[in-house]
Structures are given as structure tokens and as C-alpha cells.
């Protein structure tokens, strides 16, 4: 069965950085599309970055030359690098991917921004 699992999250001072992992549990191959989403406290989830076709990216707006999402195909894992990072950022954040048939999401990790 497909699992999704995030990594990487924690608490950081406004203006560090963090590295999100998402690792899969089979090939990333099987996948259309993944990507990030966040969801702060009495706020839905929203996309913050998602990955299609291996390379192509997009962003929203908020984070926007502050993140960078990828994936390694060898790893079966997908990241998003945080820079930058503002209070404003906090929330858990969760690993999504969709194949043709389904849509999957990891557990998500909480990630901290202090002022």
C-alpha cells in the first residue's frame, strides 16, 4: 500500500531555513503530480508548492522565491526548501500526491516559525 511520510519540520527563528522530506513508500514514478500543502490553525489547507512531470513547478504567491520544492526519483522522496522563513509560515504541512486513480496525503509535520 502507498504511504506517505513527512519529515524535516520544527521550530525555527523568522528568517531561518528548513528542508521538508516526503518519503514514499513505492516508485514516485506511479505519481502525476505531488506537491505541499499547508494548514495553519482555523485555516483550510491550502497549496503551496506542487511538482508535475518531474520538473515542472508552481509556487503560490506567498512563497515565491522563498521555496523551492523537488523530488529525487532514485530516493523516492520529494522536498521543499524553506528559506526565509516568517511567522506567518506556520502551520503542518502535508505531503500530497495524485495518481491517475487516487489521491494520497502524509500525516503532515508541524513547522514552527518564531518571531
Known amino acids: 500500500q502507498v504511504q506517505l511520510v513527512e519529515s524535516g519540520g520544527g521550530l525555527v527563528q523568522a528568517g531561518g531555513s528548513l528542508r521538508l522530506s516526503c518519503a514514499v513508500s513505492?516508485?514516485?514514478?506511479?505519481?502525476?503530480?505531488m506537491g505541499w500543502y499547508r494548514q495553519a490553525p482555523g485555516k483550510q489547507r491550502d497549496l503551496v508548492a506542487s511538482?508535475?512531470?518531474?520538473?515542472?513547478?508552481n509556487y503560490a504567491d506567498s512563497v515565491k522565491g522563498r521555496f523551492t520544492i523537488s523530488r529525487d526519483n532514485v530516493k523516492n522522496t520529494m522536498y521543499l526548501q524553506m528559506n526565509s522563513l516568517k511567522p506567518e509560515d506556520s502551520g503542518v504541512y502535508y505531503c500530497n500526491a495524485i495518481s491517475w486513480a487516487d489521491v494520497f496525503w502524509g500525516p503532515g509535520t508541524q513547522v514552527t516559525v518564531s518571531s
Open positions: 513505492g516508485s514516485i514514478f506511479r505519481f502525476n503530480a
Open positions: 511538482i508535475t512531470g518531474g520538473t515542472d513547478t
